[in-house]
Each structure stands twice: as structure tokens, then as C-alpha cells.
């Protein structure tokens, strides 16, 4: 059973009576950061010192409880020291919103350390800044605490690290981590894409595809506030891969490339595609596809197949398509590279495309049709 940590909770302050951080208070004040059963849970003061060491007696100190401890109950070692405390949650809690596992160090030097901080550096975008549970595996897949190694931190504030001179054969395993987010990051971070368009061509001053433009030629198909837009030629060459320079490209106006200010007086033919606002998919939407797993080359959900397969469950000519792991990540956070994805044809991820040698993840996909669609 896979298995998620939630953040340290110190919100009992000191007081004549002792420390308290029972979990039905804890609850209340953090609502959905703390899963309703917890199978297991760590204290340890504030200065870091487990609580099995410091020589206290508890009141209270279990997963179902929380812990509790009274002055009035202490014998010789004085009064109760303040105290912080982490839960083991498992099932839903930590797979509702979760990202793609990192592994961005590895034990040669002092040890493995996947902190938070440089993530969300070198992952713009992938993970939420103030994650509600971290899991930790070697990048083999064994539970970090299946290791028994000893471990510096463990908690989604800081991340994870391990330090080599900690451990009784001086080195650390190899590990990698994700977090579980709450769950407006995945709604927020869901891209929803339209087909490719191409309403004009470059054979008088140029290639305009503006948003304006794209708005009339194709009604119900185009957002109004676009969050981004690809440009590729018609041949399928990225925007940014041609000597092309353009007057302007970007989701305000949309794609403008002038003729005569290019050295070979003539631009490309291009062709744009729009990620719109989740909620520019809520309209006529099918229910999710899961056709193909990504065990050969890949892992293809296009619209050509799902048609064959689903003749009544899928239009033909979708405004808006989204993908997303069969786990529920966003397709955008998972870090993968698409051989397509787009309404006019779906979604495909293709394993000899990843970085590293990756394989690509399992993906689902939804379209979003015509109102005409739903009310046939």
C-alpha cells in the first residue's frame, strides 16, 4: 500500500498546562491537509528530537488521537517540551492531485536531497509551492521506509533529504519523491486545448491568425482569453524553429508575420493552436477515454480510434480536447513530451520521444463537442 507523509503541525502553544496538537483540533484549523484516518504518527519538539527521547510522558499520543501532554503528569524531567506532529496517510489523500515523481540528485556526495525549493526551480509549473503530503521511494520503488536509513527531513515544507554520514554504511540509497496537491492546483493546471487553425495565408502582406479573426471564422471553437498559443507552419515546423520574425505573437492579439520584414521578403504559412480556461471545456463534454496503454511505443488516444471504437460517444469535429494521467495529473505537469495533442486529432505520447529514456505515463482523455453534439 502506497503510503503519503502531510506537513509537521505545531499550532499548540506552551502553556502552564503543557502542549497539545490533538488531531480532531489540528483538523479543524487545516481542514483538507490532514487525511481523515491516519494509519500512523510522528512527534518530535520543535528543535527536532523525537519524542521517545525526551523522556516525557504523554497524555495522549497516537494516529487516531493526536498527541497531548500534561505538566501535571510529568515526573522528574520537568515540564513538557513543545512538540510537533506528522501524519501517514494512504488511498485517495495522497493520489487525489498528485505530480510526477522527481529525482533530481543522487548520493554520490553528502547524500540525496529533493528539496522543495529547487523542484519547484527546475519544475516551473509541475508542482503546487505548498504541497499537503510528500512520498518518498528509492528509484527502484521501495517505500523510504522499507530502507531503514535514518533521514535529516521528510515533510512537504523542506522535501527530502538524506545525509550519507548518517547512515550506518555511509552512504544513502537513491530516491525520488512526489507530492500530493490540493486539489484547485490540478484545476487550475488542466489545460484545455483547441484545434489547430488556419484562417489566413501569407500570399498578400502576410500571415495574421489573430484571435479577432479566429473568433469569426469559427464560432463556438475559439476562447476569448486564451492562457497560450502554439504557432507551427502548415508542414508542422515549430514557430520558433523558422527564421521568421514576427510583428506579434501572443494570446492578446494572436499571430501576426509581415512580409517585408523578413529577409527573404515571404512568411511561412502558419497555423495556431489556443490552451483556453478549464472552464471553456465544461460545456458539451464526453466522458473520459482510456484506449491504449503506453507497454509498446507509446500511448495513443486519438480521435481516429476512439471513433471507431465509441461511434456515438465522440464528435467528430471537438472544440477543445484535455488529457491527464489515468491518475489524474494534468498532462502538462507530467513532464512527458507529446508527439500530438490537439482536438482535430488527440493525444499521443511516444516513448522513444521522452527525455532520459523515459516511458510515457498512462493517459486519459475528454473532448469537449458542439452543444448541437449533446442535444442529438
Known amino acids: 500500500m502506497e503510503t503519503c507523509h502531510t506537513a509537521w503541525f505545531d499550532d499548540g502553544d506552551l502553556s502552564e498546562n503543557g502542549d497539545s496538537e490533538l488531531l480532531a483540533d489540528l483538523r479543524r484549523n487545516h481542514e483538507d491537509r490532514i487525511c481523515s484516518e491516519p494509519l500512523d504518527m510522528t512527534a518530535q519538539t520543535v528543535a527536532g528530537i523525537q519524542s521517545q527521547l525526551t523522556k516525557n510522558v504523554f497524555h495522549t499520543h497516537s494516529a487516531s488521537d493526536g498527541l497531548s501532554c500534561l505538566n501535571a503528569e510529568q515526573e522528574t524531567e520537568g515540564p513538557c517540551a513543545d512538540y510537533k506532529v506528522q501524519f501517514t496517510c494512504a488511498g485517495e489523500f495522497c493520489s487525489s492531485c498528485r505530480t510526477n515523481w522527481f529525482d533530481q540528485d543522487d548520493p554520490d556526495g553528502n547524500g540525496d536531497f529533493e528539496n522543495l525549493s529547487d523542484l519547484l526551480q527546475r519544475n516551473s509549473g509541475q508542482i503546487c509551492p505548498r504541497p499537503i503530503a510528500i512520498e518518498v521511494q528509492t528509484v527502484s520503488g521501495d517505500p523510504a521506509w522499507s530502507t531503514s536509513e535514518t533521514f535529516l527531513s521528510l515533510d512537504t515544507t523542506y522535501g527530502f533529504a538524506c545525509v550519507n554520514a548518517r547512515q550506518n554504511d555511509s552512504s544513502c540509497e537513491d530516491y525520488k519523491v512526489r507530492f500530493t496537491c490540493p486539489e484547485d492546483f490540478c484545476q487550475v493546471s488542466q489545460e484545455c486545448r483547441t484545434q489547430w487553425f488556419n484562417c489566413?495565408?501569407?500570399?498578400?502582406?502576410?500571415?495574421?491568425?489573430?484571435?479577432?479573426?479566429?473568433?469569426?471564422?469559427?464560432?463556438?471553437?475559439?476562447?476569448?482569453?486564451?492562457?497560450?498559443?502554439?504557432?507551427?507552419?502548415?508542414?508542422?515546423?515549430?514557430?520558433?524553429?523558422?527564421?521568421?520574425?514576427?510583428?506579434?505573437?501572443?494570446?492578446?492579439?494572436?499571430?501576426?508575420?509581415?512580409?517585408?520584414?523578413?529577409?527573404?521578403?515571404?512568411?511561412?504559412?502558419?497555423?495556431?493552436?489556443?490552451?483556453?480556461?478549464?472552464?471553456?471545456?465544461?460545456?458539451?463534454?464526453?466522458?473520459?477515454?482510456?484506449?491504449?496503454?503506453?507497454?509498446?511505443?507509446?500511448?495513443?488516444?486519438?480521435?481516429?480510434?476512439?471513433?471507431?471504437?465509441?461511434?456515438?460517444?465522440?464528435?467528430?469535429?471537438?472544440?477543445?480536447?484535455?488529457?491527464?494521467?489515468?491518475?489524474?495529473?494534468?498532462?502538462?505537469?507530467?513532464?512527458?513530451?507529446?508527439?500530438?495533442?490537439?482536438?482535430?486529432?488527440?493525444?499521443?505520447?511516444?516513448?522513444?520521444?521522452?527525455?532520459?529514456?523515459?516511458?510515457?505515463?498512462?493517459?486519459?482523455v475528454r473532448f469537449t463537442c458542439l452543444p448541437a453534439f449533446c442535444s442529438a
Not at 200 to 212: C, F, L, M, R
Not at 256 to 280: G, H, K
Not at 295 to 306: A, F, I, N, P, V
Open 200 to 364: 489566413d495565408d501569407p500570399s498578400n502582406d502576410g500571415d495574421v491568425e489573430s484571435i479577432h479573426r479566429l473568433l469569426k471564422s469559427y464560432p463556438g471553437q475559439v476562447c476569448r482569453n486564451p492562457l497560450q498559443i502554439e504557432a507551427r507552419t502548415t508542414s508542422g515546423l515549430s514557430s520558433e524553429l523558422t527564421a521568421d520574425i514576427f510583428l506579434t505573437h501572443d494570446v492578446t492579439f494572436g499571430l501576426a508575420c509581415i512580409n517585408n520584414q523578413q529577409q527573404r521578403q515571404q512568411c511561412e504559412d502558419y497555423e495556431v493552436m489556443l490552451v483556453c480556461p478549464s472552464d471553456f471545456c465544461h460545456g458539451c463534454r464526453t466522458r473520459w477515454f482510456d484506449l491504449d496503454d503506453p507497454t509498446r511505443e507509446g500511448d495513443y488516444e486519438t480521435l481516429l480510434q476512439l471513433l471507431r471504437v465509441y461511434p456515438q460517444e465522440v464528435c467528430s469535429q471537438p472544440v477543445a480536447v484535455e488529457a491527464m494521467t489515468v491518475s489524474g495529473i494534468p498532462a502538462n505537469l507530467t513532464g512527458d513530451v507529446f508527439h500530438m495533442y490537439d482536438a482535430s486529432v488527440g493525444f499521443a505520447c511516444v516513448n522513444d520521444g521522452q527525455p532520459s529514456g523515459k516511458r510515457c505515463h498512462d493517459y486519459k
